[in-house]
T-cell receptor, first 117, second 112 residues
Framework: DSGVTQTPKHLITATGQRVTLRCSPR?????VYWYQQSLDQGLQFLIQ???????AKGNILERFSAQQFPDLHSELNLSSLELGDSALYFC????????????????FGEGSRLTVL | GQQLNQSPQSMFIQEGEDVSMNCTSS?????WLWYKQDPGEGPVLLIA?????ELTSNGRLTAQFGITRKDSFLNISASIPSDVGIYFC????????????FGKGTKLTVNP
């Protein structure tokens, strides 16, 4: 158990819909990262938050957005869903040094599997 | 953008065999890490390397940070069935807030 909690574990929805994925980081970790893992693809970095502020952005679509709340949990919002958005979405948290920098050691949740029909 | 080339894509081996996989990049990285993803789970960190030339072991696993800082390899000795999974290399250019870049993974199958 990594200490990172993600909900829901599985989600099936239709094209055009909007979903929210939730993540609680490990106790004490201030940074939250979101990754997308599609079939036969590696882990694509979407976005990082540190202590409530956006820290780094990857290949995140404009239809996707995220935020980190004062209690440090994070939500990833996916809207106007398309078939190609079907994937595993991972949240990770990290032990941070100053201002959101980290050693690269990430603790991943078990992922949320999104299926868009 | 930065890319990591991880090979092989997949491996099918017999229990007891040694395994070697590697990761290369056209860019220099200051940190190399190896993660393992079990089926239905999130990736878990196996080994982290922070210095060029560093050789680090974790049980039957050994990883090295290449001298050029553009590559890393992971060896698994005397494989066992629970070694099955996807192994990802990851690199980070600095110790700051640079995002971690992942390879596409090596899928390992171990036949008993």
């Amino acid at each position: 158990d990594s200490g990172v909690t993600q909900t829901p574990k599985h989600l099936i929805t239709a094209t055009g819909q909007r979903v929210t994925l939730r993540c609680s980081p490990r106790s004490g970790d201030l940074s939250v990262y979101w990754y997308q893992q599609s079939l036969d693809q590696g882990l694509q970095f979407l976005i990082q938050y540190y202590n409530g502020e956006e820290r780094a952005k990857g290949n995140i679509l404009e239809r996707f957005s995220a935020q980190q709340f004062p209690d440090l949990h994070s939500e990833l919002n996916l809207s106007s869903l398309e078939l190609g958005d079907s994937a595993l979405y991972f949240c990770a948290s990290s032990v941070d040094r100053d201002r959101g920098s980290n050693t690269g050691e990430l603790f991943f949740g078990e992922g949320s599997r999104l299926t868009v029909l | 953008g930065q890319q990591l080339n991880q090979s092989p894509q997949s491996m099918f081996i017999q229990e007891g065999e040694d395994v070697s996989m590697n990761c290369t990049s056209s860019s220099i990285f200051n940190t190399w890490l190896w993660y393992k993803q079990d089926p239905g789970e999130g990736p878990v960190l196996l080994i982290a390397l922070y210095k060029a030339g560093e050789l680090t072991s974790n049980g039957r696993l050994t990883a090295q940070f290449g001298i050029t800082r553009k590559d890393s390899f992971l060896n698994i000795s005397a494989s066992i069935p629970s070694d099955v999974g996807i192994y990802f290399c990851a690199g980070q250019r600095s110790g700051g807030s640079e995002k971690l870049v992942f390879g596409k993974g090596t899928k390992l199958t171990v036949n008993p």
